[in-house]
């Protein structure tokens, strides 16, 4: 695996106001993979992909992106370098239809196309049946395609997606699973956060676990067998 990684994150540390929450994280993803990011609540995973946008407080260590340092950067910067972040909270506009929410976001700078709409409703038939659905209407699950969606509209390659899977039906969970292969096809990075163990295990080629802060445990996929019994203690799987 030589090259430049896609992201590379040495001994990062941030802050929300005077609460330390990342006490020196390091991961390294490189181009095409799948990387799950597992742990407890408050372990720290959001506050990870937040400390990589630079959207905590204050942040020490090194973020690279696409070789690229970026921990002195600000977030508009960092997301013209062609990373896409998708927060829990997705963000739909709601009073906008959803194909009006998928025209909405810019083209980045990096020179990568974004997906055309075309496209996105191949990948989302159900978007398409809904283009002139008001954000609102949409279901749980047809608002975090739409989210996803959006991202993969500015031309962003690397993708950091929070919990996308969160309290979604089954079916809309397969349709989520299929999609990140779908995306891992085409070349795409992929940083997930999950909860959703049984849903990130057949999808991730490397696994990084979080406790406190830190990365406390890291594998491939072709280690996970051994790994369950550890990975039970951790995160009770
Ligand atoms: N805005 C904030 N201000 C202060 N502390 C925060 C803030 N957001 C999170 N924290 C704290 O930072 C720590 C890490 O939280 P984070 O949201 O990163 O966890 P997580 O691994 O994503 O877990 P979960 O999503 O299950 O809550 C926790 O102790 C949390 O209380
Ligand atoms: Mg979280």
Redesign the pocket.
């Known amino acids: 695996m030589a090259g430049t990684p896609a992201l590379e994150i040495r001994n990062l540390e941030a802050w ?2 005077e ?1 330390h ?1 990342l006490h020196g994280v390091d991961m390294v993803v490189q181009p095409g993979e799948v990387v799950t990011l597992l ?10 992909m937040r400390a990589i946008m630079g959207l905590t407080g204050a942040r020490k260590g090194s973020v690279k992106i696409h070789g690229v340092e970026t921990i002195h950067l600000p977030t508009h910067r960092i997301a013209h370098l062609g990373l896409g972040y998708c927060p ?1 909270e997705r963000g739909i506009f709601s009073s906008l239809s959803c194909e009006e929410n998928l025209m909405l976001p810019p083209v980045l700078k990096t020179g990568s196309q974004g997906m055309s709409i075309d496209e996105i409703y191949a990948m989302f038939p159900n978007l398409a049946e809904r283009k002139n659905s008001q954000g609102t209407r949409l279901s749980g699950g047809e608002q975090q395609m739409l989210a996803v969606a959006r991202i993969l509209r500015t031309g962003a390659k690397l993708l950091l997606l929070d ?1 996308i899977s969160e309290g979604l039906a089954p079916v809309i969970v397969q349709a989520l699973a299929r999609m990140i292969i779908t995306l891992r096809e085409k070349g795409y990075t992929v940083v997930m ?1 999950e ?1 959703n163990f049984r849903f990130a295990a057949p999808l991730a080629d490397r696994f990084y676990v ?1 406790e406190h ?1 830190q990365i406390a445990l890291q594998f491939g996929a072709d280690e996970l067998e051994a790994k369950m019994p550890v990975l039970n203690q951790l995160l009770g799987v």
């Open positions: 929300y106001g609460s929450v742990g407890r609540n408050g372990a720290g995973r959001t506050s990870t829990e919990e956060v909860q979080m802060g």
